[in-house]
């Protein structure tokens, strides 16, 4: 049991750095498009491939994200990550220390 115990804290570390890592991708991607950087930059579409996937599922999900021409589905991208974080992995991390 300790060895599940461990996985399934070393997944949920593993897990939580990424959707961290993710987090201020989207950060930047969002900053970014605030002051219009040249799309043709290697940084710039490194971002934009990383982030326009999702935001693109969002805005099919939810139409209201892109109103009067403000886009909020970064935002949402922001809120849902946050929340996996506080509830997945934060669960998955409570779990494995009952485990032990």
């Not at 989207?26 to 900053?31: K, P």
């Amino acid at each position: 049991m300790i060895i599940f115990a461990n996985t399934l804290s070393a997944i949920a570390t593993v897990v939580g750095a990424l959707l961290n890592i993710y987090f201020w991708v989207v950060v930047i991607s969002a900053i970014l498009s605030w002051v219009r950087p040249d799309p043709y930059n290697p940084i710039v579409r490194t971002l934009r491939s990383l982030t326009e996937p999702v935001y693109y599922r969002v805005r099919k999900l939810l139409p209201f994200t892109y109103t009067s021409g403000i886009d909020f589905s970064p935002v949402v991208v922001l809120l849902v990550i946050e929340l996996v974080n506080r509830i997945v992995i934060a669960s998955m991390l409570q779990y494995a220390m009952k485990l032990q």
